[in-house]
C-alpha cells in the first residue's frame, strides 16, 4: 500500500492576490476604471512573490493590449517571453499582439513556429487565429483545445469577444459550462 501523502492545509488568498484576482476580474468583465493605467496595475503586483509569467502578470499585460497601447504591450510580451525562456502563453499573447498591431507578418511567424513546434496548445493557437481575424481557423482550434481539455477561463478573455455571436462558439461556451 502506497504511503498517504499529506494533504496540503487550505490558506486564504492574501490581500494582495485579492487585489489581483479584482484586478484580473476586472479586465475580463472590462470595468477597469480609466484612471486605472495597465502601468499602475502591473506595479501594484510586481513586488509580490508572483511570478514574472503567471497569469497575474499576464492578465496586466493583456491590459495593455485591452487599450489598444500594443507598443506596450509588445514590449511586455517579449520581456514575459525573455524572463520564461519562451513561454507559450506570452509568445501566443505576443503574436496576438502583433496581429491586431497591424503586424501580421511578426504574429505570423510566430504563429507558425508554435504549431510546429508545440503540442497541446490549440486554446493559444486560436487566440492568435482570432487576432488575425480568422474566424473559421479559430474555432477549429478551440475545438482542437476542447479536444485537449483545455481550460475554458480562456473563453471569457475579452479577446475572444469577435466570436461571441458566432453560434459554434455559443456551443463551446455552454459545452464547458459557462453559459449562463
Not at 1 to 24: E, G, I, L, W
Not at 70 to 78: G, N
Not at 134 to 147: C, G, H, I, P, V
Request: with cysteine; hydrophobic share 40%.
Amino acid at each position: 500500500m502506497p504511503p498517504k501523502t499529506a494533504r496540503k492545509p487550505y490558506r486564504a488568498p492574501s490581500f494582495r492576490m485579492v487585489d489581483t484576482n479584482m484586478a484580473k476580474a476586472a479586465l475580463e468583465t472590462k470595468a477597469v476604471p480609466e484612471n486605472v493605467g495597465a502601468r499602475t496595475m502591473l506595479n501594484s503586483i510586481t513586488n509580490s512573490k508572483a511570478q514574472p509569467c503567471s497569469k497575474t502578470f499576464q492578465s496586466n499585460r493583456q491590459h495593455f493590449v485591452q487599450k489598444h497601447s500594443y507598443s506596450e504591450a509588445i514590449a511586455e510580451f517579449q520581456k514575459a517571453i525573455e524572463l520564461s525562456g519562451g513561454s507559450i502563453s506570452a509568445r501566443a499573447n505576443l503574436a496576438y499582439a502583433y496581429a491586431l498591431s497591424n503586424k501580421r507578418n511578426e504574429a505570423v511567424k510566430i504563429l507558425n513556429d508554435l504549431k510546429t513546434r508545440s503540442t497541446r496548445n490549440a486554446a493559444e493557437i486560436a487566440l492568435m487565429y482570432v487576432g488575425l481575424g480568422e474566424k473559421d481557423q479559430a474555432m477549429t482550434w478551440l475545438e482542437k483545445a476542447y479536444d485537449e481539455h483545455f481550460n475554458p477561463s480562456i473563453l471569457v478573455r475579452p479577446a475572444f469577444d469577435p466570436l461571441r455571436s458566432d453560434p459554434r462558439f455559443q456551443n463551446l461556451v455552454h459545452r464547458v459550462g459557462l453559459a449562463g
